[in-house]
Each structure stands twice: as structure tokens, then as C-alpha cells.
């Protein structure tokens, strides 16, 4: 199993990234993937999530209105747009893949899950 994320750099405030992550040695289609990012002293913090086939998508508070989280289910790849970068954007950020399984008209985690090895987001000011 692998998750490769890409992307990160340094950019000045205001400015734009594009983090993607392709993922390997698991059926793509049967996880939600995320963006998760974490820096020095504070929680993890959910940035956005996308299921596997609806595509339904969810942002944290931070993440709304200015990034947008796609999959590409052919490329096996999920990709984050982060416009509008701020200084209290700087983190690690990190690919998550949560297998789910969809009944009873909503989908249920199983528990299996994989993250990736993180990609650094530095905001300049």
C-alpha cells in the first residue's frame, strides 16, 4: 500500500498549491479519502474528505471557500486546490484512505486505513 502525496512548497500569502496523492496496493473505489494536516503542538486537523464513487465532500472550517478536494477514481489519484493561502495555513499535510462500506443510505467506516507520508506547506508572508 502506498499513498504519495506531492505539491508542497513554499508560497506567499494570498497565493496557491495544488497537493495530489496517488495511491497504490488497495481498491481506490472502496475508500474515502481525505486530506488531514498537523503542525508542531496542535491536533490533526481535517482539511477535507471525498468518498469514494458519489463524491460527496466535506471541509473543515478552515477549508472552506478556498480549497477544493477531486478524485480521479481512473487515476487512482485525489488532489487538493488550496487557493488563497494564509499564515495559518503552514502544515504538514498528509493523505488519508478510509475504507467504507455503504448501507442503510450512508456510508460506514470499516476501521482499514493508510496515510501517507505527508507533504510540507510553508506560507510566506
Known amino acids: 500500500v502506498q499513498l504519495v502525496e506531492s505539491g508542497g512548497g513554499l508560497v506567499q500569502s494570498g497565493g496557491s498549491l495544488s497537493l495530489s496523492c496517488v495511491a497504490s496496493?488497495?481498491?481506490?473505489?472502496?475508500?474515502?479519502m481525505s486530506w488531514i494536516r498537523q503542525t508542531p503542538g496542535k491536533q490533526r486537523e481535517l482539511v477535507a474528505k471525498?468518498?469514494?464513487?458519489?463524491?460527496?465532500?466535506e471541509y473543515g472550517n478552515s477549508a472552506k471557500g478556498r480549497f477544493t478536494i477531486s478524485r480521479d477514481n481512473a487515476k487512482n489519484t485525489v488532489t487538493l486546490q488550496m487557493n488563497g493561502l494564509k499564515p495559518d495555513d503552514p502544515a504538514v499535510y498528509y493523505c488519508?484512505?478510509?475504507?467504507?462500506?455503504?448501507?442503510?443510505?450512508?456510508?460506514?467506516?470499516?476501521?482499514?486505513?493508510?496515510w501517507g507520508q505527508g507533504t510540507q506547506v510553508t506560507v510566506s508572508p
Open positions: 496496493g488497495f481498491p481506490f473505489t472502496s475508500y474515502a
Open positions: 471525498i468518498t469514494p464513487t458519489v463524491g460527496d465532500v
Open positions: 488519508f484512505a478510509a475504507e467504507v462500506k455503504y448501507y442503510s443510505g450512508s456510508y460506514h467506516y470499516t476501521g482499514l486505513e493508510y
